[in-house]
């Protein structure tokens, strides 16, 4: 292979990672800005007053806003839903979202519908520029010009707030924009939205929302070199943000094959239910979207989901005896006062953790996240608590931290790969918590 295609291939490879595979929230000191007095949540609810002449489109669209989940990225730290300036980490720099308020300035005020749907569909913003595929496009070109119009409306009777993200952080060449044609070129699904008259209203209903605003699969499909989804792979379970977002597939041992449709609709209304809780960057997706959705329409997502065939099942061999026994003294003394002994724990508080699909990932990630660094399940109207998972990094050594999670991935029914020490110190170096860290309800000062 030529200099000039490898270093195309580079630059491309880098791009991949510029997509949701490699989305992350930064931390960055940003200007303070006065939050409004309504909560992001009471925000994405107001009721839409029936005297203006599009009152119908105005509610679909602030349905659909939540639906795309618009809020969890283009919002940042203590700012007004909309209005952006969270930025997303990547391995290679950092990509601020755009203010998309009615602002005439800052905003998108003065694009038109057809600008709005070119970005939906295309990825190209009102100057015709490609925008990165951090931007859900290849997800949202599945909605229907209707419904992008609703949101466009929608969004320009929003109240203008006038702010300006930071520049993105891109090193050269991954700052210019044109390189993202040539990813779209190769990865971008041409295939709009068609309903499979083989399968039932409501299933082509969840295949519309899991495939389309939902972007489930942005998180939940693995992806190749390239940040694209892997083929045969749909939902196969992928890994962002130093999460894992578990397989959903029908799969008995790391995937959803024991939850019913409604364990899943009461998950996605709930964010917990009688086999899991929602943590990690599900949390954000429960309490801006999913919680927000009528139950018709998380039933169709369930029922969506429900239906993709199991991935291939994986067996390991059985850990060593004493890493079990280490692991389980670990368990005993620092998990069991909620999690209780036997992981049954409560369901709905305290997930059980047997047969848990979520610790039986191949990759430990996501489990060695929560433990190191503790998380909190999103909050719903239904569930306005926010339970929280202490933090452990301050408390176990690498070595214990392995040991207690390859004892729960093997006990009570769940069964999954011995996890290394080595892996503890490597995360806990991304997560940045070498230093101690402590989360709010571990009763330490941070
Ligand atoms: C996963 C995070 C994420 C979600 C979810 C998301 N966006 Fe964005 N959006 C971004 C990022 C990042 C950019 C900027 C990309 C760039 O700079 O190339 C962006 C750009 C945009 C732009 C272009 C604005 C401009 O000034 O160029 C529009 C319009 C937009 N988003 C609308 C939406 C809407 C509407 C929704 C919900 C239906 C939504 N976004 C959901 C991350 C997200
Ligand atoms: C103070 C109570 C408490 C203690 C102690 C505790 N947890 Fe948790 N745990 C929670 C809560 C609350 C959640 C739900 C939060 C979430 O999923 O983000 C949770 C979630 C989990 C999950 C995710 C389950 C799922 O289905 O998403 C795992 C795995 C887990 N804990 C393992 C452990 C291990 C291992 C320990 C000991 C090192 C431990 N927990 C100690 C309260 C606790
Ligand atoms: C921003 C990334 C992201 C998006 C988008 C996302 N998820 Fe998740 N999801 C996760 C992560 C991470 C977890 C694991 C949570 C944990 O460990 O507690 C998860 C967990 C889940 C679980 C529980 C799986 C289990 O075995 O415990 C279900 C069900 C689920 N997601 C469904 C969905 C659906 C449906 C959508 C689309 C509406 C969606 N997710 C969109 C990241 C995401």
């Known amino acids: 292979m030529s200099r000039r295609w490898l270093a195309i291939l580079g630059g491309l490879s880098a791009a991949a990672a510029l997509g949701l595979a490699g989305l992350a929230t930064s931390q960055a000191p940003l200007p303070a800005h006065p939050s409004s007095a309504v909560t992001p949540v009471g925000f994405l609810t107001q009721p839409i007053a029936d005297n203006a002449p599009n009152a119908d489109q105005l509610r679909r669209g602030q349905y659909l806003v939540r639906a795309g989940d618009c809020v969890s990225c283009h919002m940042r730290d203590g700012g007004e839903p909309l209005a952006g300036g969270l930025g997303l980490r990547t391995p290679f720099g950092v990509i601020y979202s755009p203010n998309i308020t009615s602002d005439r300035d800052t905003g998108i005020g003065t694009w038109t519908a057809d600008q709005f749907h070119r970005a939906m569909h295309d990825g190209l913003d009102d100057q015709g520029e490609n925008l990165y595929p951090a931007f859900p496009y290849p997800w949202f070109r599945k909605a229907s010009r209707a419904d992008d119009d609703a949101i466009f409306a929608y969004l320009h009777t929003t109240p203008p707030v006038h702010y300006t993200p930071p520049s993105n952080r891109l090193p050269f060449p991954l700052n210019i ?172 508080p305290f997930p059980p953790l047997g047969h848990n699909a979520m610790l039986q990932q191949s990759d430990p990630t996501g489990l060695l996240h929560l433990i190191l660094a503790g998380s909190r399940i999103g909050t719903s109207p239904s569930r306005p608590s926010p339970l929280t ?27 999954a790969s011995t996890v290394w020490a080595s892996s503890v110190r490597k995360l806990r170096h991304r997560l940045d918590l070498d230093t101690l860290r402590y989360t709010e309800n571990s009763g330490d000062q941070r």
Not at 239 to 259: Q, R, S
Not at 401 to 408: I, L, Q
């Open 177 to 348: 924009r044109f390189i993202v044609k040539g990813w779209n070129l190769l990865f971008l699904k041409s295939t709009d939205f068609a309903p499979d008259p083989g399968q039932s209203a409501e299933w082509n209903r969840g295949a519309y929302l899991v495939d389309g605003l939902g972007h489930c699969g942005g998180c939940h499909t693995p992806k190749n070199l390239f940040g694209a989804d892997k083929s045969g792979k749909v939902f196969h379970g992928g890994t962002l943000d130093n999460w894992v977002a578990p397989d959903l597939t029908g799969n008995h041992h790391t995937g959803l094959g024991d939850w019913t449709a409604d364990d899943i609709a009461e998950f996605l209304k709930t964010g917990r239910n009688a086999h899991a809780g929602a943590g990690g960057s599900m949390a954000d997706v429960i309490t801006y979207s999913t919680s927000l959705l009528s139950d018709q329409d998380r039933h169709a997502m369930a029922v969506y989901i429900k239906a993709q065939a199991a991935s291939l099942d994986v067996r390991t061999g059985a850990p060593d005896a004493d890493v079990m026994a280490r692991g389980a003294a670990i368990y005993s003394d620092a998990c069991a006062s909620c999690h209780l002994e036997n992981g049954v724990g409560q369901p709905r």
């Open 389 to 415: 998972m202490p933090s452990f990094a301050w408390k176990l050594t690498d070595q214990q931290t392995a040991d207690v999670a390859t004892y729960v991935r093997n006990s009570w029914g769940n069964q």
